[in-house]
Each structure stands twice: as structure tokens, then as C-alpha cells.
């Protein structure tokens, strides 16, 4: 089992920036493909973005150019920059491991969850 834990939410105006951390524990990071996932109320949770254990890095189209994925094998480590952030990224953002470490975009593909960190954006 893996243990995750997200950090870096926060209350940010429109165009702002965050960067979000998830510490992993449990498990060897590095066999680890890591995700980043993101639900508001009512919704299915949403991917955001992936990076497989050999580093390859997928994005949803919502967000391409705006955030960048980042893993810390030394540190255990996944970061998600986010910038020129709009109201519509408003959401808890939860950090997910897949333990094959390949390539998935849909939530059913991951196993282990953190427990979300809530980002808001907003004047």
C-alpha cells in the first residue's frame, strides 16, 4: 500500500499560481506511476495530468501549457505547478499512485489516493 499525502492548496486570484506537493510512503516511488486528479461537487473526478515511472508526462487538454507535472524520486515526491490559473480550476486536487507505473488517465486505473487538497480560485 501507498501512503500520499497532498499539500500547496490554497485561496488564489485569477492569472495567480500554486504548486502543489504529494509526499509518498509505503512502496518504491520510483516503480510508481503518479497522477494528479481534480473533482468539484457533482462531477466525476477529472484527470489533470500523469507521469510514468520512466518520466513520460501526459496532460487533459484543459490544462496543457498552463500546469507542469513533476516527480522528486529522492524526495519521494510529485509536484503539480500550476499557473495562470482561471475560477474553472476551482476543485479539490487529489494526488494518486498507479502501482504498474504506466501510462493512465482514468481514475479506476490508480490505486492508492490521498485525501485532497482544496484549490480555489477567485478575486
Known amino acids: 500500500q501507498v501512503q500520499l499525502v497532498e499539500s500547496g492548496g490554497g485561496l488564489v486570484q485569477p492569472g495567480g499560481s500554486l504548486r502543489l506537493s504529494c509526499a509518498a510512503s509505503?512502496?518504491?516511488?520510483?516503480?510508481?506511476?503518479m497522477g494528479w486528479f481534480r473533482q468539484t461537487p457533482g462531477k466525476e473526478r477529472e484527470f489533470v495530468a500523469t507521469i510514468t515511472w520512466s518520466g513520460n508526462i501526459y496532460y487533459a487538454d484543459s490544462v496543457k501549457g498552463r500546469f507542469t507535472i513533476s516527480r522528486d524520486n529522492a524526495k519521494n515526491t510529485v509536484y503539480l505547478q500550476m499557473n495562470s490559473l482561471k475560477p474553472e480550476d476551482t476543485a479539490v486536487y487529489y494526488c494518486?499512485?498507479?502501482?504498474?507505473?504506466?501510462?493512465?488517465?482514468?481514475?479506476?486505473?490508480?490505486?492508492?489516493w490521498g485525501q485532497g487538497t482544496q484549490v480555489t480560485v477567485s478575486s
Open positions: 494518486a499512485a498507479r502501482h504498474s507505473g504506466g501510462y493512465a488517465k482514468g481514475w479506476y486505473d490508480y490505486d492508492s
Open positions: 509505503g512502496r518504491t516511488f520510483g516503480s510508481l506511476a
